[in-house]
């Protein structure tokens, strides 16, 4: 009976000596971690609403950027980012966060929308599991930027705001590069951030306009 | 205890003889995944490095109290512990890497090579040699990862490291971006490796 | 900070609540008691079934080379399993050759230890042990060669070997080397007294180990070795012998005559002993000894660079003359041919020449 | 937790993500074990047996245990040792009392307890957010999935051994690999057919 004992014990001992390890690790970095993802949140707000756009602009500039020029409000079950001009008080522009199903997981984004919600200011994804190199590629630049100045109107039928076409095929200005490669992904984001942003015309948008 | 082979030939085993992907045929799954990006394929190789060198270090220096029956659970315990560790360092220190490399960082603990290690090497050799050991293996994995994405990142995005390194008009392999590059492009490795040094018996050597 | 606490003590109660399930099933469903493993019908082992073949002879020391652990992927771990093995299992079909499965070669790491089991290892993988030994006498044979007795201090038995075979001495590290060296080394003592090994090393400049040993090592030191390796040994069988030796060569020829002298084998045998001069001449009163005591053993020593002017009325030149002059066409003999590599190339042509079958000559090649 | 029905779910993971042939998991046994159809057929089996339960196994551990006492970072740890030890048990028990089940599946288990797929698909499991219901139909898909594409390929090895006489070097791993490739580039063709995370 003490050999099973013994591995009883010796298992409880050895679990307790690297849970604790990993705990003291996420201990020493949870507060890094924390402070990354609010970092990342708000320097996307901040670029989908147009006000730093550059990559490389210091961290505490970002945080403080963001005091000064955004504040958040909640509308329906969402939370909505008002942005506001040098000034401190006319509006530059809406933020609000958009997801739905990619092809390997879930996939989060923020879209910038102007004052009147009649064109695009910005949009990022910025929280994925798709494949790194493919799908992963939808948070680069070069794939977001090509959703700035889309014009925005509530969907009626079946005629969608914008469309993913393979790269080099895109003629109307809402017919946008889908990435090459990854057809699951971008169909993916084609059909979510259509139906987020119908839903945010049609829902949201109506009770920020009373607000005002 | 086997005859020891010396610090030297331990480390050059993994590192070419023996090579853990190519010879052994272990480790393949997390290397097709991430070696479409050079970026990816380093940091998921200094990832494996630190993990099978402490789990063999590790394993090793317990070899002796664990008890028998529980030992494929302890590995696994002491493997999926760095390798959270490895996830939570990249996470705090490098956030946009730990985004593009996504889940593929928590299957390092499913990675054949640190298990083989640790079952076949570290299990019943003094710490030194299994920290070495597993140092020469996962080197020996990071050059055919390095290898690959070198083939892979140039033709499916035309840039290494992100710099542009085809000429403006080379049209992009999308298909070496995708599962079936991979294959194939470990496929021909394999194949090489086979063709040159088919694996001779090595030869004992006495003064 | 106490909801750290109550996780981590939550995690460690599942790992034990597994461990405990694990040993459970260990005790009632997988103890199939005691299993004996009878290794080439030399060595038995008693274990606990239950577990891999692999898994099993690693647990009593002897070492079968694996690189995946037991994954069934690298199939480095060929054993041949006589009786107790069951049916050739799906895992193991992949890797084995069709002549493999006929002569029984299985995958040690799939094959499982239920019953007693007789299995056949290549002898250098369960024979071989680490032996802490003492330096007990430094005796100056020639200019060049020194004999060094070694007392074994653990373990007690000492060492059983074959007469012929050879041991890995390992030096400490010192002014010379920046770590622990090995070289191997044939024994010369007779394999009846397994207390104590006697060797022959030759100095060789430049060598580590043969440096340490000439001006370093002294009586009284303790080191570690480890045996005995290799498949030059000493044959039974009816024929008459013929043992060929230069320099440091003689040292397992010599064990092979000790052999032959204890067991009052009444073999016909001849060695062929050459050196370049008197002086590299070594253990001759014992071997003209041994020719007085063995009717049936004669003795023809060789001097290959002597100085004409010398009063040696041996024979001259080299050992592979004396085959060439007197060894008769279509001889029958077991050939044992040990020293430095091109000696014993060219001695091997001379004897095909003379008809001698290729697997009657073992030869030990020194580099 | 995502709304897709597990049908659609199950369909999935065997053909548009393979969790193979797309997510490229559980390859190691996979070159070595599909040299012959005999064995790949038993590999298969046990694989699906062992990656629906675990998945299950999981999912259960997940939100009743881990979720609860706010243990989601400990989620890597609890699965890889669920796994170890169920695949151990599993293992024991049927070497125990269903010799001839043992023969066909139980000695492929301790070649799979710590398998990329096993763990990969309580990984995405656990990312995707499926209840109950759909990690079952993930679990047992994706394991039909890993045996469809070990089926085929160690039918064309057969076949290869039997008739072609390949280049030098290019036996085993090498040719394995290229009619993997070729084959996970057929599963392409389906990707188009259902959207699923």
């Not at chain 1, 393979?166 to 109307?172: D, L, M, V």
């Not at chain 3, 007990?136 to 200019?143: K, N, Q």
């Given at each position: 009976m003490i050999k099973q004992l013994r591995s009883v014990v010796y298992m409880f001992l050895i679990s307790l000596f690297f849970a604790s390890l990993v705990s003291a690790v996420m201990f020493l970095n949870e507060k890094k971690i924390a402070s990354n993802q609010a970092l990342k949140l708000q320097r996307i707000i901040l670029k989908v609403l147009d006000i730093a756009a550059e990559k490389n602009t210091a961290d505490d500039q970002i945080s403080r950027l963001f005091m000064e020029r955004v504040k958040d409000i909640r509308v329906g079950d969402r939370i909505l980012y008002v942005g506001y001009k040098e000034d401190g008080h006319t509006i530059l522009g809406y933020a609000f966060p958009v997801g739905g199903p990619g092809f390997w997981g879930p996939i989060q984004g923020m879209v910038g929308v102007d004052p009147d919600a009649t064109k695009v200011l910005g949009i990022a994804f910025y929280k994925h599991t798709e494949t790194p190199g493919l799908g992963g590629r939808i948070t680069e630049d070069w794939f977001s930027s090509q959703f700035n100045g889309l014009r925005l109107f509530p969907i009626e039928g079946d005629q969608k705001i914008f469309y993913l076409?393979?790269?080099?095929?895109?003629?109307?200005?809402?017919?946008?590069?889908?990435?090459?490669?990854?057809t699951n992904t971008s169909s993916a984001v084609e059909t979510f951030l259509n139906d987020e942003l119908d839903y945010f015309l049609k829902e949201l948008w109506t009770t920020v306009e009373e607000r005002e | 205890m086997p005859n020891l082979p010396s610090k030297k030939e331990i480390f050059l085993t993994g590192l070419w003889k023996d090579n853990p992907v190519l010879r052994q045929v272990l480790g393949i799954c997390s290397t097709l995944a991430v070696t479409n990006l050079m970026v990816n394929t380093l940091v998921m190789d200094a990832g494996l490095i630190f993990t099978v060198c402490l789990s063999s270090l590790t394993v090793s220096l317990l070899r002796k109290y664990t008890p028998m029956r529980i030992r494929m659970m302890v590995q696994t315990l002491i493997i999926a512990s760095y390798v959270i560790i490895v996830d939570i360092l990249i996470k705090a220190h490098m956030p946009d890497i730990s985004e593009a490399l996504g889940p593929y960082v928590a299957l390092i603990i499913t990675n054949c090579i640190i298990m083989g290690r640790c079952e076949a090497f570290a299990r019943n050799n003094p710490p030194l040699a299994s920290f070495l050991d597993g140092l020469g293996m996962s080197l020996g994995y990071s050059l055919v990862l390095i290898a690959i994405?070198?083939?892979?990142?140039?033709?499916?995005?035309?840039?290494?490291?992100?710099?542009r390194v085809m000429p403006e008009n080379f049209v992009q392999w999308t298909i070496m971006i995708m599962a079936p590059g991979a294959f194939f492009t470990l496929g021909i490795l394999a194949w090489i490796t086979k063709y040159f040094l088919p694996n001779a018996k090595n030869s004992e050597e006495r003064t | 900070m106490s909801q750290l606490i109550f996780s981590i003590l939550i995690i460690s109660g599942i790992g034990a609540l597994f461990a405990l399930l694990l040993e459970l099933a260990d005790a009632f469903i997988a103890n199939y008691g005691e299993c004996r493993i009878s290794i080439n019908r030399e060595k038995e082992l008693v274990v606990q079934g239950g577990n891999s073949l692999l898994f099993s002879l690693m647990e009593e020391g002897i070492f079968i080379p694996s690189a995946c652990g037991g994954k069934g992927t690298c199939a480095y771990c060929k054993v041949k399993v006589l009786e107790g093995g069951g049916p050739i299992l799906p895992t193991e079909t992949p890797y084995l050759t069709e002549e493999e499965q006929a002569k029984n070669v299985r995958l040690s790491c799939q094959v499982k230890v239920r019953n007693d089991l007789v299995i056949e290892l290549p002898a250098e993988l369960f024979l071989i042990e680490e032996f802490k030994v003492k330096v007990?006498?430094?005796?100056?044979?020639?200019?060049f060669i020194k004999g060094v007795t070694l007392g074994i201090l653990s373990p007690e038995e000492g060492i059983s070997f074959k007469p012929g075979q050879y041991i890995q001495l390992e030096i400490p590290k010192y002014k010379l080397s920046k770590e622990p060296e090995y070289r191997a080394f044939s024994m010369a003592s007779s394999s009846k007294g397994p207390q104590s090994v006697e060797l022959y090393i030759g100095l060789v400049?430049?060598?580590?180990?043969?440096?340490?040993?000439?001006?370093?090592?002294k009586e009284g030191e303790e080191l570690i070795m480890r045996g005995p390796f290799g498949d030059?040994?000493?044959?039974?069988?009816?024929?008459d012998i013929l043992l060929v030796a230069t320099g440091t060569g003689l040292a397992p020829i010599l064990s092979i005559l000790r052999h032959i002298r204890s067991e009052q084998i009444q073999r016909k045998t001849t060695l062929f002993f050459g050196t370049r001069i008197r002086e590299d001449m070594y253990c001759v009163e014992e071997l003209k000894e041994m020719e007085k005591q063995l009717p049936a053993f004669t003795f023809i020593p060789t001097l290959s660079r002597e100085a004409e002017s010398s009063q040696w009325e041996g024979k001259r030149g080299r050992v592979t003359d004396l085959i060439e002059d007197l060894v008769p066409e279509g001889a029958d003999y077991d050939v044992y041919i040990c020293g430095n590599s091109d000696m014993v190339d060219s001695c091997m042509d001379r004897l095909l020449e003379k008809g001698i079958p290729e697997d009657q000559i073992y030869f030990d090649k020194f580099s | 937790m995502t709304p897709i029905n597990p049908l659609t779910l199950f369909l999935a993971a065997i053909f548009t993500n393979n969790i193979l042939l797309t997510n490229f998991l559980g390859l190691c046994p996979f070159l070595s074990i599909s040299r012959e159809r005999k064995s790949a057929m038993g590999m298969g089996a046990a694989v699906v047996f062992v990656m629906a339960s675990t998945t299950v196994l999981n999912n259960w551990i997940y939100y009743k245990i881990l979720l609860p006492f706010g243990l989601e970072h400990f989620r890597y740890i609890v699965f890889i040792v669920v796994i170890a030890a169920f695949v151990q048990l599993v293992e024991m028990t049927v070497e125990r009392f269903f010799p001839a089940l043992y023969f066909v599946l139980g000695i492929f288990l301790p070649l799979i307890t710590v398998n990329c797929a096993i763990f990969g698909a309580s990984l995405f499991m656990v990312i995707r957010g499926y209840d109950l219901v759909q990690s079952i139909a993930y679990g047992a898909g994706s394991g039909i999935g890993w045996w469809l594409a070990i089926m085929v390929v160690s039918a064309i090895r057969e076949k290869l051994q039997k008739s072609a006489t390949l280049p030098k070097g290019l036996e085993g791993p090498a040719i394995t690999l290229i009619i993997t490739g070729l084959l996970s580039l057929a599963f392409l063709a389906f990707s188009g057919m259902i959207r699923v995370q």
């Open positions: 076409k393979p790269a080099g095929t895109t003629g109307a200005p809402n017919e946008l590069d889908a990435i090459t490669g990854a | 994405a070198f083939i892979r990142e140039p033709l499916g995005f035309g840039t290494l490291l992100g710099i | 007990d006498r430094i005796v100056d044979l020639t200019p400049e430049k060598g580590l180990v043969s440096t340490y040993v000439h001006e370093y090592l030059f040994y000493f044959r039974d069988s009816e024929r | -």
